[in-house]
C-alpha cells in the first residue's frame, strides 16, 4: 500500500514595513478521515476509497501532508543601493491521517495490523512535515543572506531566483522520500508486525 503526500507550495513576495530582521513561522494541525471495516480487506479498501486524493495522481492515500509556504521581503533602497533588510517566511503543514470506526468490532488480531499500520502512516506524514521544515530554515537563511544589488528590481528577481530554486529541491526531496518508503513498506510492515507480536507472546 503506497505511503504518498499531498503538497502544496504557495509562495508571496511583498514589500514589509515591520522592523528588520528574519522571522519564521511555523503552525501544524491535523484532520482526520473516518474508515471502517472489520477485516484487512476492508481496511484496505476504505482506505484506497476514503483517503485523500492526490490531485497529481487522481488516487488516494493512507494520509497526506499539505504544505503551505509564504515569505515577505522587507527591502531598504538608497541611491544606486538596495539591499533586504528583514524577512518573515512561514510555513503551514496540516496532517491529514485515518481514524478506524470499527475497532470495538473487530477481532485483537486485526487491531494489531491497523495499530501497527496507523503509526507507520503518521510516522511518514510527520517526516514530510520535518523535511518542510528544514527547507523553510533554508529559505530564510538563503533569502537574507542575498547580497545587495543597484536596484530593488533586480534584487526581486534573485528572491524569486532563489526561492523557485529552494523550493524545487523541497519538492525533489519529498518526492525522493516518498519513493524510499514505498520501496520498503512491505518489509517494514512485515518487521514491525513480527516485533508486536512477539512482545504481546512475553506479556501473556
Known amino acids: 500500500m503506497p505511503l504518498a503526500r499531498v503538497a502544496a507550495a504557495i509562495l508571496c513576495i511583498a514589500a514589509m514595513t515591520a522592523a528588520s530582521g528574519a522571522q519564521t513561522v511555523t503552525s501544524k494541525s491535523y484532520s482526520y478521515f473516518s474508515v471502517g471495516g472489520k477485516t484487512a480487506a476492508d481496511l484496505d479498501r476504505e482506505l484506497s476509497t476514503r483517503?485523500?486524493?492526490m490531485k497529481s495522481t487522481g488516487t488516494r492515500h493512507p494520509g497526506a501532508t499539505q504544505m503551505r509556504f509564504g515569505a515577505k521581503?522587507?527591502?531598504?533602497?538608497s541611491p544606486g543601493r538596495c539591499a533586504i533588510n528583514g524577512?518573515?517566511?512561514t510555513l503551514h503543514t496540516k496532517i491529514i491521517l485515518p481514524n478506524w470506526t470499527a475497532r470495538e468490532r473487530a477481532g485483537k488480531g486485526l487491531a494489531v495490523i491497523w495499530d501497527t499500520l496507523s503509526r507507520d502512516i503518521k510516522r511518514h506524514e510527520e517526516r514530510h512535515a520535518e523535511i518542510a521544515r528544514?527547507?523553510?530554515k533554508q529559505l530564510e537563511t538563503s533569502l537574507t543572506s542575498l547580497r545587495p544589488e543597484r536596484n530593488c528590481g533586480a534584487l526581486r528577481l534573485k528572491v524569486n531566483a532563489k526561492t523557485k530554486?529552494?523550493?524545487a529541491a523541497h519538492q525533489s526531496d519529498q518526492a525522493r522520500f516518498d519513493r524510499t518508503e514505498s520501496a520498503s513498506f512491505k518489509r517494514r510492515m512485515v518487521r514491525m508486525l513480527r516485533f508486536k507480536a512477539e512482545a504481546t507472546s512475553q506479556t501473556e
Open 87 to 89: 524577512a518573515r517566511i
Open 51 to 53: 483517503g485523500p486524493l
Open 73 to 77: 521581503v522587507e527591502y531598504l533602497s
Open 165 to 167: 530554486q529552494i523550493l
Open 134 to 136: 528544514q527547507y523553510d
